[in-house]
Structures are given as structure tokens and as C-alpha cells.
């Protein structure tokens, strides 16, 4: 277990923004993880994943954040396609692995800055609400988790995940995911290098990062409501809108939360003005 204090929750989070955390932990292993609950179980906890899609008040301090990096990075092939990946494998490293096995079928993940466990509490995909080209629970079996409720290793059927357009049960805090184990069909690793650079190709085109980024700020949301909200607040403090896509906020280095939530506001009620459904993808710790 590695134990931090006064920590600087903004070099923990892809959009660089963020308050600090008086104690910071990092276990190691699922046990570590479990002593370490059942030692804070009358606490305030926040887990911390790989801090993409996560905008972090940088005006609060945060008496315990349980860092997930380490604690359960584990890849297990059980053969036909079956795989059990852990929480804090990146999904950078998964999609190699399964490639390398021969199968495959979420290639275009390989732009997330994300940890395994962090895509599928988003339930993270490709495509629209209205058409999604695929989600990641359209992969996944089962999910294992720690039930906050009781405090036990537990398995989730994915038809009690609750998994809908990026939403699961997972959001509602009852639960901390350790991994999740997925079928997948056969593919030839010329076909996954295929798609992986195309979907390279399509990131370089159509996203920006400046200083830091937490990708789409909404699950759903009007283009055009969105695009009326830049021509008129284009830019507050560090936080501007994408040139290339208004459901994006970039950091240009001095970016606040107040700049971010700020925006985040003002797209939500133009949606009203205008009744336009709003959901947002981005969590924000207020």
C-alpha cells in the first residue's frame, strides 16, 4: 500500500484541474484494497480511476481518495474468446493483448486515457446515442466488484448492470468495480491493426488537447444548441470550447473548475430554453 498526503488532485485527472486530497492511497492488490474499506468504511471515499471524463473541484479539499491504478491489473485468457481483464489494466494494454490472442471487437477504445475498470463503469463506446456503432457492455459478461453495502467480493450479470448509453448501475456508488470478464469473437490481428489506424486517424482529425481535456462533456446533447452556446461564451478563464467539436473542453494551462462548470451551465440551460434533452458524460466531483 502506498500511502500520500496534501496531494494535488490535478496531475491525477486529463483535464488538469483539481483540489487536493489529505490522504491519498494507492493499494496494491485486492486485499489491500479490502482492509483498507473496512478501515474507512464510516468515511467519505472517492475512487479515482484513470481521471479521464472526471472534473474535480479545485477549491475543496478531500479527506480520502483511493487511487485504483494498482490494484488489480491482472489479464486472464481462459481460451474461446473468454477473457478476465482487472480494473487498472489500461485499455490500451487490454486492446494489445486480445489482438495478440487473435480476437477482438473494441479497437476504437484505443483513444481513451482510461483504466479497464473506468470504461466499463461509463459503460464507454463509439457512436452516437442514437446509433451506437458499440458499447463495451456489449462485451462483457459479468463484472466483479466490491459491494459497498456489506463490504464483499461479488460477481454482476451484465443484465444487472443496468448498462444503457453510457450509464451502469456502477454510477449510482453501490459498488467498486475490480474487473470484468468478456467474450469476445475471433480476429485476425491485421484486421485489428486496420481498424486501430483508422481510428487513430479519425482522432487526429477531429480532437484537440492543448493542456488537457476530459473529452465529451455530454452523454447527449443538440449540436446546434451546443454551437449557438460557443458563438456567444466561446472561451471562460482557461476553458474554451473545441474548434473541431463543441461537446469538448480544452485547458489552455490556467483553467479553473468554476471556468468548466461555468460552461457546463450554460449549455445545460440553453437545452432548457430550447427543450433539448441534456444528459451529461463528464462526472463532476462539486
Wanted: net charge neutral; charged share 25%.
Amino acid at each position: 500500500m502506498q500511502y500520500l498526503y496534501n496531494v494535488n488532485l490535478k496531475d491525477y485527472t486529463t483535464f488538469h484541474v483539481g483540489g487536493v486530497a489529505d490522504s491519498f492511497y494507492i493499494p496494491e492488490s485486492v486485499n489491500e484494497l479490502l482492509d483498507l474499506l473496512l478501515e474507512l468504511k464510516k468515511e467519505h471515499l472517492y475512487i479515482l480511476s484513470g481521471g479521464s471524463n472526471l472534473l474535480i473541484n479545485d477549491q475543496k479539499r478531500y479527506a480520502h481518495i483511493i487511487y485504483m491504478k494498482s490494484v488489480d491489473c491482472s489479464f486472464e485468457n481462459y481460451g474461446n474468446g473468454l477473457f478476465y481483464i482487472g480494473a487498472s489494466v489500461r485499455i490500451q494494454k487490454v486492446i494489445k493483448e486480445v489482438n495478440e490472442a487473435g480476437f477482438g471487437g473494441f479497437e476504437e477504445l484505443i483513444g481513451l486515457p482510461a483504466l479497464f475498470g473506468g470504461v466499463v463503469y461509463m459503460n464507454a463506446g463509439i457512436g452516437g446515442k442514437e446509433h451506437p456503432k458499440f458499447n463495451i457492455s456489449d462485451f462483457v459478461l459479468r463484472v466483479k466488484v466490491i459491494d459497498k453495502s456489506d463490504w464483499k467480493i461479488k460477481w454482476i450479470d451484465r443484465a444487472d448492470c443496468d448498462f444503457d448509453y453510457r450509464k451502469s448501475v456502477f454510477q449510482l456508488d453501490g459498488f467498486i468495480i475490480l474487473g470484468a470478464e468478456v467474450q469476445l469473437d475471433e480476429q485476425m490481428p491485421e484486421i485489428s491493426k486496420e481498424i486501430i489506424r483508422k481510428r487513430q486517424a479519425v482522432i487526429k482529425d477531429s480532437q484537440e488537447f492543448l493542456k488537457g481535456t476530459f473529452g465529451s462533456i455530454f452523454a447527449e446533447s443538440n449540436r446546434n444548441v451546443r454551437n449557438l452556446v460557443a458563438l456567444t461564451h466561446k472561451k471562460k478563464g482557461g476553458v474554451s470550447f473545441g474548434t473541431k467539436n463543441t461537446n469538448w473542453f480544452l485547458n489552455d494551462g490556467n483553467a479553473s473548475f468554476e471556468d468548466a462548470i461555468y460552461l457546463i451551465h450554460k449549455c445545460e440551460s440553453m437545452h432548457k430554453l430550447f427543450r433539448q434533452p441534456i444528459s451529461r458524460e463528464v462526472i463532476v466531483w462539486e
